[in-house]
């Protein structure tokens, strides 16, 4: 072929060309990333400025009364009103609010519950707890469910698979905080082997030694047992009907005539292909894990950001209430564009085609 | 211009980022006296999404189709019906084309209903069962009956059925037969067949069967990529092809004869295409499969023209 | 190419039967087929969608799963050091092992016969490896066998949806003699691509015999294809063989009704410009949960006589011909 | 209605929407008082006697009484969300799936946005501005965020059917967008749009209970959740009125159950993948 295109181009523009289909896949998901988290931002912007009862007039008189002043009432508001910025044009706030997201990064001012504290440092105080639990929950549940899964959508004609599918779908529908209810009151309460109501023995003050992580990580199988419970389930029944379904595909038939081990169909060829969309759906999940794990936490009685949010919400201090709203939307879209980021890692479709 | 259908200079580009040319610069006409044209060609030549454009189911993005010289985007409400009752198709697949949750008889008393075709109850039951009976169904096999319980042939001929009760003018059968057995392939190319001598009905028969085609007679276009290569009758374009990609395709069709195989094996680059597919288009698109390959194949695209050897016969290559 | 000394088979199914179990019936999809293939030999198994060509290809892998079930019969191949095992019956780890080593399948050309997310060499040194081959080995193998068919060493490198059709199918008929098995089942392995590339195909299936002598059963809807490489032919309708000949014989005179109407009926311009019209077959496919008793031709047959829907025909060979035998009450 | 699914998980539903539309006449029939949900009846967690089989809750009233009329309420919440979340969901999927092209991608990023972001937090913030938490409000405001899912699966169905070839026959038979809608599409949508209203409603009640136990909502509104989340932080589990919780708590469970029961069964019976043919082989 004598022409200048020759087909098989080995040249370092025709090797980049490959690889744009991922360039393209990797820019579109973290553009819409910022976007989500911009319009987040600014939906909770709006939110506390417009919502009926307006919110931040209300946490000036909040402010007021937490300083007990009565005579000087008026100046006290004047002074917090500048102080807060909330003098100012709209647009002006807005501006100054993304800012302070940005270049803060996520300065949220004081709390007013705890002023002069700033939010961002009450948030700090009880995050290790939600993100302990909230975070190995997630995983856990995540690893087993998908595990599980697997091996009951292979063994998908045996009795005892079609049992425990019936058995993991009652725990699917039950609400977690059913569920929660009832382990505490059967393990905790009727047979006392596990501890609960708090999150550390009360004697004991916060450390970093043996005896304080021992008692907190005994306080922790309950919550985090309930959470894996519950989640899992539902990663198992994906798992499954996704494993089914991969079953039923021509390669695998293929595979079975090539005369592969069953260990490397149900490794190399089942499980790889149906963990594609059980990944993809660990992004949509994260969100949904959040709100559970917030009810978790109150039932378990964890300062955790849930214990935190409860607290803010019944005593109207709503900096805090927005720096956890966001706070919560930027660590669930932030694991859900990591989720989809490594998908390409999966599945070669997305990385390159010549197509 | 006494045309049934007349197509200038169709084009269709999908895709924004990376775009593919399916259709590029097709141009033909069918007559209005009844007869079959043939629009053969590989998957990926543009055929299907021809008989789209026809059918209006698709806008192109170059080119227009006329239809009794009037544009078939005409906004014109008592044009479009009249130009539905008279240009029909018949789809591939036999059986997502039936909605499963109605049962077949919808099929057929949808069209009396929206084409007016009957006056009374009575009348369009009988319609029904005389075009049942038509391309050879029962109707007590069919009526009544929901999609999944027939078969594939079953619900094909349903469709015949159901342009035999519409009975338009024109009938665009896309891969039609693609998906009927063997046996039930004929059956279906001889209704063709006598749709057009009983009840003077054309068609513009589209696949990538060329013994269908063969059997079925009248004109024939082939396409490659989107562009047409040769045209012609049917009968002179298969006994004596002209573009090579014609050539190449007619001596490939298995013959039914365990005396007539084929003696050559074929050289590879005539058989697949290579993993980099190529954006230039101005050239001639068969050039790195072909054997009679020559510069100015590479370098300008080849014109559709008259071949030298007879009038009625039209090839796009370099050679002629 | 008819092997006129009788050979002993390197593949022979005897009388096997399958079913599919449903809820209240049993459906009978194939129905005590006899068939042998001999080395060097390609046979081809024809019939309509639906007569049970496809459950016979996986059956006489040993692969049929429920709801189906094998309900008698052998399949007996003879291997490379000349013992004979029954696929059927051996046990599970010898069984994979004389897939692809003796017996090797290759699946229609589709893209979705491999595993989109494993690249071309994973899917073939795997098996390698798997039937004893280091793994050095398996890749030199794996090169080897694209080198046969005539691909580029370049594709191993590659994923499925990299490829066109005809590479896929390529990269399957690369795998499947990778270990020179004596026989070779291809089913339908041309049937989603163009004819361009089908006529490679096939013509890349007689070299591969030409080169390693391999016994092929191609399972195909299209005369036209058997026509073309096919030595010997056997006729499917309704999960029983109802012809077996030479494909001189059987084209040249087809004996039972149903393989000379799938003859007639294969369209094509001879017939038309005489102006006559070919005979379409009439009356509907088979089901294969309710089969005519008798002959299960006979509802479609327009020879049917009264014997035809009480007894069941068995083979004979009506010619005194060698090879040629039908099963059918007018002989 | 041959699957055993849909026909057990329908008449158990209808038992309990039975019980829940009775509670109030059961709840007075019960009680001596004019009113059974009266105020300081009894002492606030009176423990468990004949008269008052789960305890008393903190107003002193019967609880179950509180739970009699409760299942309505909570019924009532998952209905009005269920309601409005699937009429959005359905609006802005099926515009999405029909339409295509730049609509579809906008649409589809505000759905995934909405699916993505944690709803339970922004739910806190809204509720405890609202004045009035009643049933509607209430309602109205937990299907705003239960519609995304609903779009999803509309949007996907309506793209998958709007692709298929019958819809072509259909413009062939000169039949217009809004018939094409109506005849060709809708009909296979309904057990999803059924689907949907289920899962919202199992959603909103989910979530409603959560807020109650996250302690914003009020006894205006005393649904199951509100009687379980003031029993639980009353300890009642370790107090000896635990059927204030596990009565609720049942209930609910048993309505998911059935609703999920319907949703498979209906699955079961409309989806065309999971249904043999005449010639299957």
């Known amino acids: ?355 | 211009m006494a045309d049934l259908l007349t197509v200038t200079s169709l084009g269709q580009i999908f895709g924004t980022m990376t775009t593919v040319q399916a259709v590029d610069d097709v141009s033909f006409t069918m007559p209005k006296e009844p007869s079959i044209f043939n629009l053969v060609g590989e998957s990926g030549s543009g055929k299907t999404t021809i008989a789209r454009i026809i059918l209006g189911l698709q806008k192109p993005t170059a080119g227009h189709v006329l239809y009794n010289n009037t544009d078939i985007g005409s906004k014109d409400k008592q044009w479009q019906t009249l130009f539905h009752r008279e240009v029909q198709a018949v789809f591939q697949n036999p059986y997502s084309v039936y909605n499963p949750v109605y049962k077949v008889d919808r099929v057929l008393q949808t069209p009396i209903r929206k084409f007016k075709l009957s006056r009374s109850q009575q009348e369009s039951r009988e319609m029904i069962e005389s075009s049942l009976r038509a391309v050879d169904l029962r109707p007590g096999d069919v009526l009544g009956k929901y999609p999944h319980q027939l078969s594939g042939g079953q619900r094909q001929r349903v469709m015949l059925a159901r342009i035999h009760l519409i009975q338009p003018r024109l009938i665009i059968a896309d891969e039609a037969v693609s998906m009927v057995d063997a046996a039930g392939r004929v059956t279906f190319l001889n209704v063709l067949l006598d749709f057009r001598e009983r009840l003077n009905i054309s068609t513009l028969y589209i696949t990538h069967d060329l013994s269908t085609a063969q059997y079925l007679g009248g004109n024939i276009i082939v396409l490659y990529k989107g562009r047409i290569v040769e045209a012609g009758l049917t009968r002179e374009v298969t006994k004596n092809p002209l573009h090579p990609y014609a050539r190449l395709l007619i001596q490939s069709i298995p013959a039914p004869d365990p005396n007539k195989r084929w003696a050559e094996k074929l050289p590879l680059n005539m058989a697949e295409m290579s993993l980099v597919q190529s954006t230039n288009r101005a050239r001639c698109l068969f050039a790195e499969r072909c054997p009679n390959v020559m510069d100015a194949c590479w370098q300008t695209r080849p014109e559709l023209r008259k071949a030298p050897t007879d009038n009625t016969h039209e090839v796009a290559c370099h050679l002629y | 190419m008819t092997q006129d000394t009788p050979q002993e088979a390197v593949l022979a199914i005897r009388s096997l039967s399958v079913v599919y179990v449903g809820r209240r019936s049993a459906a009978q999809a194939v129905t005590e087929v006899d068939l042998e293939v001999q080395n060097n030999e390609i046979l081809g198994l024809v019939g309509e969608s639906g007569c049970g060509k496809t459950t016979l290809a996986v059956a006489m892998l040993g692969l049929i799963e429920p709801p189906g079930k094998v309900i008698g019969g052998a399949v007996q191949i003879r291997t490379h050091d000349h013992s004979t095992q029954d696929i059927l019956k051996v046990k599970p780890s010898l069984h994979r092992q004389l897939l692809w080593k003796e017996i090797a399948y290759i699946p229609q050309g589709s893209m979705s016969a491999l595993n989109p997310v494993k690249r071309v060499r994973e899917q073939l040194t795997d098996t390698l490896i798997e039937h004893g081959l280091k793994k050095n080995e398996a890749l030199e193998r794996a090169r080897w066998a694209l080198q046969v068919v005539s691909l580029d060493a370049a594709i191993l490198e590659r994923y499925p949806h990299e490829l066109s059709g005809g590479m896929v199918q390529r990269v399957a008929i690369a795998g499947a003699i990778s270990m020179q098995p004596p026989v070779l089942v291809a089913d339908e392995p041309t049937t989603a691509l163009d004819v361009v590339t089908q006529r490679s195909i096939l013509q890349e299936l007689v070299s591969i015999r030409e080169k390693f002598g391999s016994a092929i059963l191609l399972i195909s809807h299209d005369m036209g294809v058997m026509a073309q490489i096919a030595d010997r032919i056997a006729v499917m309708y309704a999960g029983r063989i109802v012809e077996i000949g030479s494909i001189h014989q059987v084209f040249a005179s087809p004996l039972h009704p149903y393989t000379k109407k799938l003859i007639n009926a294969i369209p094509n311009a001879r017939g038309r410009e005489s102006g006559e019209r070919l005979i379409g077959l009439g009356g509907e496919s088979p089901n294969i949960w309710r089969h005519p008793p008798g002959c299960r031709f006979h509802p479609r047959c327009e020879f049917a006589i009264e014997r035809c829907s009480q007894q069941a025909p068995v083979f004979t060979s009506p010619n005194g011909s060698s090879g040629q035998r039908v099963a059918c009450h007018l002989y | ?281």
């Open chain 4, 1 to 281: 209605m041959r699957n055993p699914k849909l026909l057990i998980g329908g008449l158990l539903f209808l038992g309990l929407l039975i019980f829940a539309l009775a509670g109030p006449t059961i709840a007075k029939s019960r009680t001596k008082l004019k009113d059974p949900l009266q105020i300081s009846a009894y002492t606030p967690y009176q423990a468990v006697s004949d008269e008052i089989p789960i305890g008393s809750d903190q107003l002193g009233r019967d609880a179950m009484a509180v739970f009699l009329y409760g299942m309505r309420l909570s019924l009532g919440v998952g209905f009005v969300a269920g309601i409005v979340g699937t009429l959005l969901g359905v609006l802005v999927g099926f515009v999405a799936g029909f339409v295509g092209g730049n609509t579809d991608t906008i649409l589809r990023v505000l759905t995934d946005m909405f699916l993505v972001v944690p709803t339970l937090p922004l739910l806190m913030v809204l509720s405890i501005s609202v004045d009035k938490w009643d049933l509607l409000t209430i309602g109205l405001l937990l299907g705003l965020f239960s519609w995304p899912f609903v779009a999803r699966t509309v949007r996907a169905q309506v793209f998958s059917l709007s692709q298929r070839p019958f819809v072509d026959l259909a413009r062939l038979n000169n039949e217009n967008s809004l018939e094409i809608i109506v005849q060709e599409l809708i009909p296979g949508l309904l057990p999803y749009i059924f689907l949907s209203v289920s899962g919202a409603a199992v959603g909103a009640m989910l979530a409603e209970a959560g807020l109650q136990i996250l302690g914003i909502g009020s006894g205006n509104l005393a649904t199951l959740g509100y009687l379980m989340a003031k029993a639980m932080g009353a300890g009642a589990l370790g107090g000896g009125f635990a059927g204030q919780v596990l009565l609720p708590a049942g209930y609910l469970t048993l309505t998911f159950l059935c609703l999920n029961l319907i949703n498979m069964g209906l699955d079961e019976q409309f989806n065309p993948r999971l249904q043999t043919t005449a010639h299957g082989e």
């Open chain 1, 1 to 355: 072929m004598k022409n200048e295109e020759k087909p098989e181009e080995k040249s370092f523009r025709s090797r980049l060309q490959r690889y744009r289909p991922l360039a393209r896949y990797l820019g579109n998901r973290f553009g819409v990333y910022l976007f989500t988290l911009w319009a987040s931002l600014s939906l909770a912007f709006i939110l506390f400025r417009f919502m009926p009862g307006n919110p931040m007039a209300m946490s000036v008189t909040q402010l007021q009364s937490n300083a007990g002043l009565i005579v000087g009432a008026d100046k006290a508001a004047e002074y917090y009103r500048e102080k807060m910025g909330l003098n100012e044009p709209l647009h002006i706030q807005y501006l100054k609010f993304l800012k302070n997201m940005i270049f803060g990064p996520f300065d949220f001012g004081h709390s007013f519950v705890k002023y002069p504290t700033p939010v961002n440092e009450v948030i700090g105080r009880y995050l290790p707890w939600t993100l302990g639990l909230f975070t190995t929950s997630v995983i856990l549940a995540w690893i087993l469910g998908t595990a599980i899964g697997a091996l009951l959508g292979w063994m998908r004609r045996s009795r005892f698979a079609s049992w425990a599918i019936v058995l993991t779908t009652l725990i699917n529908i039950t609400p977690i905080y059913v569920l929660a209810v009832f382990l505490l009151l059967g393990l905790s309460y009727k047979l006392g082997w596990l501890p609960s109501g708090r999150p550390y023995d009360a004697q004991m003050m916060p450390s970093w030694k043996w005896p304080f992580i021992k008692s907190v990580l005994i306080h922790a199988i309950l919550p985090v047992g309930t959470m894996v419970l519950v989640w899992s389930s539902g990663w198992i029944l994906g798992m499954r009907s996704l494993m089914v379904s991969v079953l039923g595909e021509d390669y695998l038939a293929y595979a079975r005539a090539k005369g592969l081990s069953p260990l490397t169909i149900l490794k190399e060829y089942a499980f790889r292909n149906a963990l594609l969309p059980q990944v993809a759906g660990l992004a949509i999940v994260l969100g949904m894990s959040l709100n559970g794990a917030y009810i978790i936490e109150i039932i378990f009685r964890i300062p955790g950001l849930g214990t935190l949010f409860a607290n803010a919400a019944a005593l109207r201090d709503f900096n805090t209430m927005m720096g956890l709203l966001v706070f919560s939307a930027f660590t669930v879209l932030t694991g859900s564009l990591i989720v989809d980021l490594a998908m390409p890692l999966f599945d070669p479709r997305i990385r390159r085609s010549d197509a």
